[in-house]
């Protein structure tokens, strides 16, 4: 598998249900020709947080659509915001007048991945980034990992060998270890451990209010988020003293000549993980689903693996060169990320007032 094609497209995918994180003008309210979205804003500060996340949050979405259609507003994680959930509002906004809008998320993962995050930046740093982590994922940056992402494969099989398990759970460990490879190389092995506990701990809180008090989930995530990035200096005081040169992501952010601070790369790196880690795992999910559920497909991605296996040693690991054997994998690669729901919801912020389907949705100034 081309795990750089995937990385890559999967950060580009096709979205389900897109989120507006429009925040709304109060004082401007009066003023205004066209009303806002239909929908309710719930309690003070709170909003409909809970009614959101303590259910499925699909009951949330339909529940509020029946009501209101596909386009309303209410008020979740701290952010007013207009949800829409339709192709043609999908197409409004990631088409039409993609220029009226920018990726954003809630202040709460903003706190958690870090403002120097490329997901919070436009302009010359964002494609400075943006430039550094394509390089990273280069077909000869990752060439040489290809025996080491087998090995984690197969060390994952072994490990569900004769139990049942929780398929996407499972997509998402096995994702987190591939990642941390392509991030640190080698260097993973010392600080797996580590690092997996705090982003565990992290990741608990994404969807937690951003009250920063002693036991909520909120303040757990950020001291988890502190040692994350202590354990992040760590290795990036011993790569400086190293002096030695690395293909990997971490290597990339560290070029003399880009001119990174730690900061800027402890966020970068965060930001990375959780920008790969669920929507790798997602897309694998489901296309262990479709081949299920695809017997004559199945058999024919097996036979096109059985293949490649038949030509080599025992023992000997795959190569750069054998994914590229691989047309028909490839193929259901690409056929499941066009047509299966890689997220549930994405955010989006309006740069300025946008008007849709008769409604004013503004930008709090």
Known sequence: MDFSALFLTLLAGSLFLYFLRCLISQRRLGSSKLPLPPGTM????????FQLYSQDPNVFFQTKQKRYGSVFKTH?????????????????????????????????????LGKQAIFFHQGDYHAKLRKLVLRAFMPESIRNMVPDIESIAQDSLRI??????????EM??????????????KDEVLYRE????????????YNSMPVNLPGTLFHKSMKARKELSQI????????????SSHNDLLGSFMGDKEELTDEQIADNIIGVI????????????????????????????????????????????????????????????????????????????????????????????
């Open 42 to 49: 719930g309690w003070p500060y709170v909003g409909e947080t």
């Open 76 to 112: 979740v994680l701290g952010c007013p915001c207009v949800m829409i959930s339709s192709p043609e509002a999908a197409k409004f906004v990631l088409v039409t007048k993609s220029h009226l809008f920018k990726p954003t998320f809630p202040a709460s993962k903003e706190r958690m």
């Open 160 to 169: 569900w060998e004769g139990t049942m398990i929780n398929t996407y759970q």
């Open 172 to 185: 998402k460990t096995y994702t987190f270890n591939v990642a941390l490879l392509s991030i640190f190389g």
């Open 194 to 205: 580590d690092l997996k506990r705090c982003y565990y701990i992290l990741e608990k809180g």
């Open 232 to 243: 992040l200096a760590r290795i990036l005081s011993e790569r400086r003293q190293n002096g």
């Open 274 to 365: 959780f920008a790969a880690r669920d929507t790798t795992a997602s897309v694998m999910s489901w296309i262990l689903k479709y081949l299920a559920e695809n017997p004559n497909v199945l058999e024919a991605v097996t036979e096109e693996q059985m293949a490649i296996r038949k030509d080599k040693e025992e023992g000997e690991s795959l190569t750069w060169g054998d994914t590229k054997k691989m047309p028909l994998t490839s193929r259901v690669i690409q056929e499941t990320l066009r047509v299966a729901s890689i997220l549930s919801f994405t955010f989006r912020e309006a740069v300025e007032d946008v008007e849709y389907e008769g409604t004013n949705i503004r930008l709090n100034r």
